[in-house]
């Protein structure tokens, strides 16, 4: 039976810009999936396609049982969807916006109150709930949107970037509250910039590059699949690095990453605590005096290197994509779009 979201072969184009060249995907009821990739990979235009945002040019997708394309009501009842960029009215309070929703989705009034209520609570809003949402900072309006997503506690969520621009508590907040969901038996999809939420929240990761899946499974898995363990160095003196690299290319099993600004180099070994003792020798022997030393496993940014041969990104999604609000809230017409500020 196929999972909760599922997707088979879907294609997607954007003039002579192939965003999605025949993804699969399969995500079981109650857990999470972390889709990771470079920009401009497909991450956000899968998505749009499984939230009814975007008609694919083939494939299938299905979304809590329902097929994507022949019932995109249906599955628009059946899911929440939290996009990269905060999609609330700004002229309505904090309040007033999640009471909307509720009411859209037919909640009788005073349901949609009590429900406001517990979501304001819950993402630490309530001191804020009656001041028009245009007051808010960037991160405010972020957990206020994720919120909205959450007004009538949908089986299926799909998060595009949901922590983007929130501070590491404000983010570690929001963790929590996925954890619960899924707890409670939520299925999620997440797309995320950030290699370490990938990481603690999903049970299963799919690489896409160029519009296409190119590795899944579990984060252990993918670890396993780059292999061996890593020596990081970091020297004291910058004019140090290229002696420290020539150092490590001679017991290294690949190429040495060099990050120039925190003079700290890496290299994939084998041989485990007894090699560590010989590059401590070998450096000591030519002079080179670091801060610090550590031998690890590999961890998700060495398998995105691995697999698309350069680190994950940080900006918004080119090829096509771009943020997309939640089709099943009004929207006013916004001026040009401001950046927003740092979280409070």
């Given at each position: ?8 072969g ?6 002579d ?25 497909g ?55 999640l ?74 907040q ?14 999620l ?15 299963d ?27 990081e160095?970091v ?18 099993k690949?190429e040495v ?8 180099l ?79």
């Amino acid at each position: 039976m196929p999972g909760a979201i599922y997707a088979e072969g879907l294609v997607k184009t954007f003039g002579d810009v192939r965003a999605l060249d025949g993804v699969d995907l399969d995500v079981p009821e109650g857990t999470v999936l972390g889709l990771l990739g470079p920009n401009g990979a497909g991450k956000t235009t899968a998505v749009r396609c499984l939230t009814t945002l975007l008609t694919p040019d083939s494939g299938k997708a299905v979304v809590a049982g329902v097929d994507v394309l022949k019932h995109p009501n249906e599955v628009r009842r059946s899911i929440g969807l939290s996009g990269q960029f905060a999609a609330v009215d700004e002229y309505l309070t904090g309040r007033e916006n999640l009471q909307m929703v509720g009411q859209l989705y037919q909640m009788k009034a005073k349901e949609a109150k009590v429900r406001a209520a517990e979501l304001l609570d819950r993402f630490h809003l309530a001191d804020a709930a009656d001041r028009p949402s245009k007051t808010y900072s960037g991160g405010m309006r972020r957990r206020l949107d994720l919120a909205a997503a959450l007004v009538v506690s949908p089986p299926v969520m799909f998060m595009d970037e949901p922590t983007t621009g929130l501070d590491p508590r404000n983010r570690q907040q929001l963790w929590e509250v996925i954890q619960e969901l899924v707890a409670g038996g939520t299925t999620l999809l997440l797309t995320t910039q950030y290699l370490e939420e990938a990481d603690h929240l999903a049970h299963d990761i799919c690489v896409v590059d160029h519009g296409r899946v190119i590795a899944r499974g579990t984060s252990d898995q993918l670890k396993a699949q780059t292999g061996g363990e890593r020596v990081e160095v970091v020297v004291h003196d910058p004019d140090h690095i290229a002696a420290a690299a020539e150092v490590l290319r001679g017991f290294g099993k690949g190429e040495v990453a060099v990050a120039r600004h925190t003079r700290k180099l890496t290299v994939p070994v084998t041989g485990g605590a007894k090699l560590l003792a010989e590059v401590i020798r070998e450096l000591d022997t030519r002079g080179i005096e670091i801060d610090d030393i550590g031998l690890r496993r590999p961890t998700l940014d060495d398998v995105f290197i691995s697999l698309t041969g350069h680190v994950a990104e940080q900006q918004a999604e080119g090829n096509g994509e771009s943020a997309e609000t939640d089709p099943r809230r009004p929207q006013r017409p916004q001026g040009p779009q401001r950046k927003e500020e740092a979280d409070q």
